[in-house]
């Protein structure tokens, strides 16, 4: 158990519609990193935030967004669906900004599994 | 473009034997990179890890290698044991001044009892 946390597991709806995926880090991580799996793909960086701000942004949608609250939980809203956008979504987290990667390991939740249909 | 490559989907390796994972990359910029361990409907966890001021990392049965010159790596596991069978993701990061991992497509590591 990394101590990272992601809700729902499990999240079907349509095309077209908006949902959001849950993250609660490790207690005393500051920064929260999304990626997203695509089947038989690896894990690609959306986004990260770090302490309440938005850090870097990677491959993401404009019709994804997300944020982090002052509890430092995240949430990742994904808006007008569509079948591509069914994947695993993981949240992970780290201590610090993520700068040094030697001494900022990032350790990752179970995962949310989207299926749009 | 993919940047960091694990050409193996799947490799299957008799208990007690050792496995061995790859790893290649090709942006000369990657200093820093970690192996993953993922189970199914878990994350991934990470294992091991290694910079690129070294050419190898051991922790317990898990040696990371790294060959700069051929910017190839490899995980080895020995002995090999059924709770290894999982699947293997190699990432890479430049060691400072970054924050996000960049992650081949993963090997599928069957143990067989």
């Known amino acids: 158990d990394s101590g990272v946390t992601q809700t729902p597991k499990h999240l079907i709806t349509a095309t077209g519609q908006r949902v959001t995926l849950r993250c609660s880090p490790r207690?005393?991580?500051?920064?929260v990193y999304w990626y997203q799996q695509s089947l038989d793909q690896g894990l690609q960086f959306l986004i990260q935030?770090?302490?309440?701000?938005?850090?870097a942004k990677g491959n993401i949608l404009e019709r994804f967004s997300a944020q982090q609250f002052p509890d430092l939980h995240s949430e990742l809203n994904l808006s007008s669906l569509e079948l591509g956008d069914s994947a695993l979504y993981f949240c992970?987290?780290?201590?610090?900004?993520?700068?040094?990667?030697?001494?900022?390991?990032?350790?990752f939740g179970p995962g949310t599994r989207l299926t749009v249909l | 473009d993919q940047q960091v490559k694990q050409n193996s989907p799947s490799l299957s390796v008799q208990e007690g034997r050792i496995s061995i994972l790859n790893c290649d990359y090709t942006n000369s910029m990657f200093d820093y990179f970690l192996w993953y361990k993922k189970y199914p409907a878990e994350g991934p966890t990470f294992l091991i890890s290694?910079?690129?001021?070294?050419d190898k990392n051991e922790d317990g049965r898990f040696t990371v290698f790294l060959n700069k010159s051929a910017k190839h790596l490899s995980l080895h596991i020995v002995p090999s044991q059924p709770g290894d069978s999982a699947v293997y993701f190699c990432a890479a990061s430049r060691g400072s001044g970054t924050y996000k991992y960049i992650f081949g497509t993963g090997t599928r590591l069957k143990v067989l009892a």
């Open positions: 290694i910079s690129s001021i070294k």
């Open positions: 207690s005393g991580d500051l920064s």
């Open positions: 992970a987290s780290s201590y610090g900004t993520g700068f040094t990667a030697s001494t900022d390991t990032q350790y």
């Open positions: 935030y770090y302490n309440g701000e938005e850090r």
